[in-house]
C-alpha cells in the first residue's frame, strides 16, 4: 500500500489550495479515503473522507470550504480548500481505511 500526497504549500489568508493523494497497491475502489491533518502539538484530526458509495463527510470547522472528490479510474482523492485560514495551517495526510494507512503528508501553511 502506497499513498503519496502532493500539493501543500504556503498561501495567504482567504486563499486557495487543492492536495492530491495518489495510491497504489490495493483496490482503491473498495476503500474509504480521507484526508486528515495534525497541527502543531496537537493530534491528528480527520478532516474529510469519501465513502466508496460517493458519500463525503466533513468536520464542522471545514464546511463549506473544503471539497474532497476521488477518481477511481485514476486511484486519487483530492481535497480542494478554499477560504483558508491560519487555523488550517498543518501537515495534512492521507489516510486508507480500514487499517488507517497513511502517506508522508503535505505540509500546509496559512499566513500572512
Known amino acids: 500500500v502506497q499513498l503519496v500526497e502532493s500539493g501543500g504549500g504556503f498561501v495567504q489568508p482567504g486563499g486557495s489550495l487543492r492536495l492530491t493523494c495518489e495510491a497504489s497497491g490495493f483496490t482503491f475502489s473498495t476503500s474509504p479515503m480521507i484526508w486528515a491533518r495534525q497541527a502543531p502539538g496537537k493530534g491528528l484530526e480527520w478532516v474529510a473522507i469519501?465513502?466508496?458509495?460517493?458519500?463525503?463527510w466533513y468536520t464542522g470547522s471545514v464546511k463549506g470550504r473544503f471539497t474532497i472528490s476521488r477518481d477511481n479510474a485514476k486511484n486519487t482523492v483530492n481535497l480542494q480548500m478554499n477560504s483558508l485560514n491560519p487555523d488550517d495551517t498543518a501537515v495534512y495526510y492521507c489516510?486508507?481505511?480500514?487499517?488507517?494507512?497513511r502517506g508522508q503528508g503535505t505540509q500546509v501553511t496559512v499566513s500572512s
Open positions: 469519501a465513502y466508496t458509495d460517493g458519500k463525503t
Open positions: 489516510v486508507r481505511l480500514p487499517d488507517n494507512t
